[in-house]
């Protein structure tokens, strides 16, 4: 399920994208969050009472992953020794799974080899 611009800006309070910039990055983040839940995400999330979680997880994310990208990665850099420090992969990976974890980790969906339907 997508999480419209909309909920972003009314419901999260969000003010940090623009609409088209929404549509891309939110897309990244609903896959990273998919893929926490081992894909036990279903695809229509309406009605559901992890429902807000689920979307404020997918906006928080985006938001984490926005600024990632305006940085390129780096965590520090000086310019009068030049030295550039770039975040790992993982420690990225690990920031997303935080943000998820504390939106969905009390809903089951984040236990492996759990099924979301039961």
Wanted: proline share 2%; aromatic share 16%.
């Amino acid at each position: 399920m997508q999480v419209g611009y909309e909920f972003y800006v009314d419901s999260y309070g969000g003010t940090n994208f623009s609409e088209r910039d929404w549509k891309r990055i939110s897309q990244k983040a609903y896959q990273r969050l998919k893929y926490f839940t081992f894909d036990n995400l279903p695809d229509n999330w309406g009605g559901e009472p992890w429902e807000n979680q689920a979307k404020c997880a997918v906006c928080e994310m985006a938001e984490f992953l926005l600024l990632q990208e305006k940085r390129q990665g780096k965590t520090s850099e000086s310019t009068d020794g030049y030295s550039v420090t770039y975040e790992a992969g993982q420690e990225q990976e690990g920031k997303l799974y935080e943000i998820a974890y504390a939106y969905l980790g009390h809903t089951g969906m984040m236990d492996f080899g759990v099924d979301a339907g039961c």
